[in-house]
C-alpha cells in the first residue's frame, strides 16, 4: 500500500515539474505560499527559527516559503522522490539552506 500511494504521489509530481522555474522566480522575488491565517501564528521566523520541518512538502515551494520568511534552515519530507527533486532543485538555484 505504501508503495501504491508512493506510484500515485509520482504520477501527480509532473506538475509540480512543469512549474519549476517558475516558483524559483517567485521565490527569489521574497514570494512566500504562507495565507494570512499563518502570518499570525509564524511572525518573523528569524526571531525564533533555526530549523523548520514540513511535513508533505511536495516541490518545495512552502517549505522554502518557511525559509524567505525568515527560518535560517528548512527540512522537506516527502514521500514522492520525484516532489522531492523538484524541491531540490528549487533549493539549489536559490542557495537555500535546504535539506
Known amino acids: 500500500m505504501h508503495q501504491a500511494n508512493r506510484a500515485g504521489w509520482n504520477e501527480g509530481a509532473a506538475r509540480y515539474a512543469e512549474v519549476v522555474e517558475r516558483d524559483i522566480e517567485f521565490l ?50 516527502d514521500i514522492s522522490d520525484l516532489m522531492i527533486d523538484c524541491a531540490r532543485q528549487k533549493s539549489a538555484a536559490l542557495g537555500a539552506p535546504a535539506l
Not at 45 to 60: F, P, V
Open 28 to 77: 527569489r522575488n521574497g514570494g512566500t505560499n504562507l495565507g494570512e491565517p499563518e502570518h499570525a501564528f509564524l511572525a518573523d521566523l528569524s526571531q525564533w527559527c533555526g530549523r523548520a520541518i514540513h511535513l508533505q512538502c511536495a516541490g518545495g515551494t512552502d517549505t522554502l516559503s518557511l525559509w524567505n520568511y525568515g527560518a535560517r534552515e528548512v527540512v522537506g519530507v
